[in-house]
């Protein structure tokens, strides 16, 4: 990633937490009391957040948010002057990832989430770091009206089964 594509995500991010009020204040002195930031990843979400495979078990995670989550941190040790501020990375999944934030268990949450008005009752969001173009792909002589093959079905006829309904 590029540095003015980590400096552009590292603003988006740390912008939506300019609006968090108190539980911004109290994240802030906690970073400076600790002298740590809890980066929260998911091991198994690439491209976003993942582990190398066949990486040694303390390998840090990579991915396109965790570089985001990344320049937040060099951000914040600048603004905060804590030149030795530290990273502890928080492996999480798609069930515990909320339960990581609002259970004071890691600072930033660095996968792929979407932002839904019952996520908003209980936590903050940046702007959105990435846009997705989610479509269908049939081929030239399938079907022309794609509305069709949807239609009888459920509204979340396309979500992951991995992920419980309303996470």
């Known amino acids: 990633m590029g540095s003015m594509s980590k400096t552009l995500g590292a603003l988006a991010l740390a912008s939506g937490a300019l609006f968090a009020g108190d539980a911004l204040a109290g994240t802030l002195d906690q970073l400076r009391d600790s002298k740590t930031m809890r980066i929260a990843y998911d091991p198994d979400a690439p491209p976003y957040s993942y582990i190398v495979p066949g990486s040694p078990p303390n390998a840090d995670p990579q ?26 990375h928080v492996a999480v999944n798609s069930q515990d990832r909320f339960d990581a934030i609002t259970g004071n268990k890691a600072d930033l949450l660095c996968t792929s989430t ?8 209980t936590v903050d969001f940046s702007i959105p770091i990435f846009i997705d173009g989610a479509s269908f792909v049939i081929r030239p002589d399938g079907p022309r009206d794609v509305k069709l093959l949807v239609a009888p079905r459920s509204p979340s006829c396309c979500a992951r089964r991995s992920r419980p309904p309303g996470s």
Not at 67 to 84: G, H, S, Y
Not at 115 to 120: E, F, G, H, S, V
Request: proline fraction near 3%; charge should be positive; glycine fraction near 2%.
């Open 63 to 88: 991915g396109y948010s965790v570089d985001l989550c990344r320049a937040v941190f060099d951000t914040l040790r600048e603004q905060l002057k804590i030149p030795d501020m530290k990273i502890v």
């Open 114 to 121: 979407t932002a839904t008005l019952a996520r908003r009752q």
